[in-house]
């Protein structure tokens, strides 16, 4: 089982969780956090992990704690709330630059919709030289040719009609390489 293992290449599998605390004081790492699942803010601890997946096995190759450290006071509502002085999306950055570092083997790179951003595809493919599987939101802007894009012809992902279960190549806005696209049925 161990040698086959180590000769699959894998993919690594990138997400957020919050484990709920709701009677616990807050501190820096147990404090509120909004949680997409139930659509509003939760009292827990916040982590982001990297789980390598290959030959039917996942084992967990990373993880780090979102701090909240820094006080800030909100525009909206003027109340003072914590913030973590870096982003989820550099600790997404940072978590994948180890496990290559750490020479895992990998060829793909799986999250869900929130790592989503330019910057993460570019680093994905430029700096690791690795792909990824990700949902867009529908509100990207995408050219569905290189022409289009040079003239800089968006459109939103929203207003395309596209066959399900077929790929189409397009090139989002803020990256640099064309991009499958693939509605799912």
């Known amino acids: 089982m161990c040698d086959k293992f180590s000769k699959t290449m894998g993919?690594?599998?990138?997400?957020?969780?919050?484990?709920?605390?709701?009677?616990t004081d807050e501190n820096d790492i147990i404090c509120w956090h909004y949680d997409h699942s139930q659509d509003r803010s939760v009292k827990g601890i916040n982590f982001v992990t990297s789980w390598y997946h290959a030959g039917g096995y996942s084992l967990p190759?990373?993880?780090?704690?979102?701090?909240?450290t820094?006080?800030?006071v909100d525009q909206k509502d003027g109340k003072q709330k914590r913030r973590s002085p870096i982003t989820k999306n550099q600790i997404y950055r940072?978590?994948?630059?180890?496990?290559?570092?750490?020479?895992?083997?990998?060829?793909y790179v799986l999250s869900d919709v929130w790592y989503s951003a330019a910057e993460n595809m570019m680093f994905i493919k430029h700096d690791l030289d690795k792909d990824f599987i990700m949902p867009l939101k529908a509100n990207r802007k995408v050219a569905l040719s290189e022409p289009a894009k040079r003239a800089g012809r968006w459109v939103r992902l929203d207003q395309l009609t596209l066959q399900a279960n077929t790929c189409v190549e397009i090139y989002l806005e803020s990256v640099d390489f064309p991009l499958l696209l693939l509605k799912q049925g």
Request: charged fraction near 25%; aromatic fraction near 14%.
């Open 61 to 68: 190759v990373g993880f780090s704690i979102v701090a909240k």
């Open 94 to 107: 940072e978590l994948l630059t180890a496990t290559k570092r750490n020479q895992i083997p990998f060829r």
């Open 11 to 23: 993919v690594i599998i990138m997400d957020d969780s919050i484990a709920e605390k709701p009677y």
């Open 70 to 72: 820094e006080y800030y």
